[in-house]
């Protein structure tokens, strides 16, 4: 079964800082990957997502994240947090293929952002 | 685009009621979802309905959970009886297929029973 990890439930960065949020799958085979972010009592929204076209992907609020198949790793980054950014991160996958629609989360990764 | 729909945002309910959770997705999106938050054990897929026809049940906890999709526009959630650990955050997804094209969330309902 495809699991996501991500490393640190919690993350601070000051405004103004580079944010980076980590991702890991495992899978051999590169699956779909995704970036949700939560905020307080809200849905999820995806970010970005990864779909075996260009690794590095560019994605809303100025997110990026780069798939890395050497590393299986699809960190998340953004070179200047803003205060706004606070919220619940999450990466997620999907198994690579058609009909494909198990939709695995990881743990969440919670980003505040101090003054 | 008025995304996906869901009520209540809020149930406040008895142990021991039936409740039901509704969701309205996305005009034209036939794959439709049911997930559930919690603090212990995150995101987790209930399930999948493809066309209004249930493919993937097999992360409903119980008997005591069922869902429904009568129509495209249209799903419930249902919980009967409830019970303090059904106290959760139940997310409606839905898409226009599967695979890469990511689901689009509502906002969610939370559901405490006391």
């Known amino acids: 079964a495809q699991s996501v990890t991500q490393l640190g439930s919690h993350v601070s960065v000051s405004e103004g800082a580079l944010v980076l949020l980590r991702c890991n799958y495992s899978?051999?085979?590169?699956?779909?990957l995704f970036w949700y972010v939560q905020y307080p009592n809200q849905g999820l929204q995806l970010l970005l997502k990864y779909t075996s076209a260009a690794t590095l992907v560019k994605g809303i609020n100025g997110f990026e994240a780069e798939f890395k198949k050497s590393e299986t790793s699809f960190h998340l980054t953004k070179p200047s947090a803003h205060m706004s950014d606070a919220a619940e991160y999450f990466c997620?996958?999907?198994?690579?293929?058609?009909?494909?629609?198990?939709?695995?989360f990881g743990k969440g990764t919670k980003l505040s952002v101090i003054p | 685009d008025a995304g996906v729909i869901q009520s209540p945002r809020h149930e406040v309910t008895e142990m021991g009621q039936e409740v039901t959770l509704r969701c309205k997705p996305i005009?034209?999106?036939?794959?439709l979802f049911w997930y559930r938050q919690t603090m212990m054990r995150g995101l987790e897929l209930l399930i999948y309905f493809n066309n209004n026809v249930p493919i993937d049940d097999s992360g409903m906890p119980e008997d005591r959970f069922s869902a429904k999709m009568p129509n495209a526009s249209f799903s419930t959630l249902k919980i009967q009886p409830s019970e303090p650990r059904d106290s959760a955050v139940y997310f409606c997804?839905?898409?226009?297929?599967?695979?890469?094209?990511?689901?689009?969330f509502g906002s969610g309902t939370r559901l405490t029973v006391v």
């Open positions: 899978s051999s085979v590169p699956p779909y």
């Open positions: 005009s034209g999106h036939n794959s």
């Open positions: 997620a996958v999907i198994p690579s293929g058609a009909g494909s629609y198990q939709l695995t």
């Open positions: 997804a839905s898409s226009s297929g599967t695979g890469g094209l990511g689901y689009t």
